[in-house]
């Protein structure tokens, strides 16, 4: 029996489809550009005298390297959008061919049609993630959700206050590893979408997380591991609670999560590249090959510049506690 796309995803919040994209033809090239990436590093970062050495290592070890030269803001170069903050002519940022191919990827468009309907935009809220294993994480960035833990929130929370609200947000999330509850795979509120959008805060480390909750714990809510294969896509409600649990194995855990929202309506981080991907009328679709969403992007960047930052959202979401989550609850 043919899976209901839309009827599962407006009951839990979310909804894993299986066997979506082909590891060599989808995932491989951006692994191999998050590859290039690293040794350009190692050019730049490492002793004359260790370059030979470290050029031969595997993935994951070349990455763990890196990692232990404590180079500023590291996985901002292996992330697929611009920093958030001190923006600047050299700010750099993953955005190669294969991130475009796999944006714009029609088996990806496909499934979000089924929720969004045919018009379709790119969001710039976007990431990429490669986390170590948590053991090798240094303890300042234990809660960074870019490399360690990411904390339960929503992903509406992120946007600016008409993206929060006036914005249908769909968060296909990408693992390029096989991910388990061992390696530190996300963790869903089941049908938490239903209670809107909840106030936020700033946790300790600075990472934007949902106001109250410990309330998910103590109301014993239903909690589901979302687990995946690679080659499996997972969609999530602008809603819905989420989170992702620690990588307590012995290997990386890679994914990234792309989004999309019905053309149209607010990016939520403007002026970042938002276009159309998908639509009945072709002619809306300008923005068609590699060199123009670079280009995008590099215009952009140069409006950033003048005030130093790409993006900033409202916190609290709300300004009274009606929307805590323990109130919602």
Known sequence: MAQNILKEFNKNGFVKIKNVLDYKLDLEPVLNDMAFIMNRLIHRFVKEKNKKRVLGFNFKKKYSYLVGLNIPELDQYFNIRLPQGNINVNSDFFASQSIWNLIINKKIINEVTKILGSEVSSNPCQNSRIKQPEKRI????????????????????VMNRKGQKGTELVTCWIPFTKTRIENGCMLAVKSSHKFGLVNHETGSKGQVEIKGKEAIEKNKLTTVPLEADVGDIILLNRYLLHCSLPNKSK??????DLRYNKAGQPSGRDPLPSFIVNSKNKSKIKVQNYKQWIALWEDAKNKCIPRKWSYKYPLPTFNHSKRDLPNLI
């Open 251 to 256: 290997n990386f855990r890679i994914s990234m």
């Open 138 to 157: 240094s303890s300042k960035n234990i809660n960074d959700g870019l490399v360690g833990r990411t904390p339960w929130h929503q992903d509406a929370g």
